[in-house]
């Protein structure tokens, strides 16, 4: 059975009710200094926005880790990935918390705005580290979707790719890359999606005048090759519901020959599926183990 639009905006709006802020999440926000909500571009100034959040000064790792959110390119905001964010401050991470337009076909909006607003809020953090008082360091973070947008921005960030994204360019340099359950191959999920939703709801999330050329020059999967020199570290499990998608992955970093460690958990435990490093319980064992292993990852490169 092909689901139908309202099915669709129906499941993205009761997983995002599951990533709302709590009175626990509200509580990080009132423990550590924070800045909410800066507007680094205004063409949509309600999602062209950007939160900093700066760690306890006996415990900071004075690294700065960028956060692009998922979402399936169609909901959540700066509220998604609080928990996960509250950890990583726990940890000594000053964090970027980067909101970014979500795709809507009457808005024009695609994965090439998407990746634009990525630039722009980098670039908008690069130029004013002086005046947020930020660290050096540089780590990119993303998830599912904010996986493709992160691992993306590392890949067209160079001089000979900068017309896909109007001309941005950000002379950052990134010690590392994390993504948990990230999309690498934009066009293999186009192909999945065609065969789940009926047309009306795949153009949610792919305008119908975005064509599989187009599809192609916005997938990580077009460019990542043996020339990428950013260490990665990915997670997935054996019930990621696109874990094929870090499996390709994978399979393409090791044929290159790149830096990386795979997080994989080969389990049937049902809490351990879709971002379980972010999503499950606090006192979930594998929670720990996944991003403890991912702050030794950070750490021991910089």
């Known amino acids: 059975m092909k689901y139908s639009r309202w099915m669709v ?6 997983i995002s009710q599951g990533e709302k802020l709590t009175k626990d999440k509200k509580k990080f926000l009132k423990n550590y200094e924070t800045i909410n909500e800066i507007e680094y571009d205004a063409i949509d100034p309600k999602k062209q926005r950007l939160s900093i959040y700066y760690p306890k000064k006996e415990n900071d790792k004075h690294t700065l880790a960028f956060d692009v ?25 000053t964090v970027v918390n980067i ?64 017309y896909l994204v109007d001309g ?34 795949m153009d949610l999330v792919w305008p ?38 870090s499996q390709e992955l994978d399979k393409r970093v090791n044929e290159c020959h790149l830096e990386h460690e795979f997080v994989y958990y080969d389990t049937d435990d049902k809490k351990i599926n879709h971002i379980y490093n972010q999503l499950v319980g606090d006192n979930h064992p594998i929670k720990k183990e996944a991003n403890d292993r991912i702050e030794k990852f950070i750490d021991s490169h910089s």
Do not use: M
Request: aromatic share 14%; with cysteine; net charge positive.
């Open 99 to 162: 909101d970014y337009r979500l795709i809507k076909p009457k808005d024009k909006v695609t994965i090439k705005e998407q990746i634009i607003d990525v630039f722009k809020a980098i670039d908008y953090i690069n130029n004013n580290k002086d005046k947020y008082h930020l660290p050096k360091k540089n780590v990119l973070i993303g998830d599912s979707s904010g996986g493709h947008l992160a691992l993306l921005f590392a890949l067209l960030n160079k001089e000979d790719k900068s």
């Open 9 to 14: 905006k129906l499941a993205f709006w009761w």
């Open 208 to 245: 119908k005048w975005s064509d599989p050329e187009y599809i192609k020059l916005y997938s990580p999967e077009t460019y990542l090759d043996e020339t990428f020199d950013i260490p990665l570290i990915y997670t997935s499990s054996k019930k990621d519901f696109i874990g094929s998608q």
């Open 168 to 201: 941005l360019h950000v002379d950052i340099k990134l010690s590392s890359i994390v993504l948990s359950c990230p999309v690498f191959n934009y066009q293999s999920i186009y192909n999945w999606a065609k065969t789940l939703l009926k047309e009306r709801a």
């Open 69 to 93: 959110h998922g979402g399936c390119y169609t909901c959540n905001n700066l509220n998604a990935n609080i928990p996960y964010l509250h950890d990583l401050v726990d940890r000594g991470y």
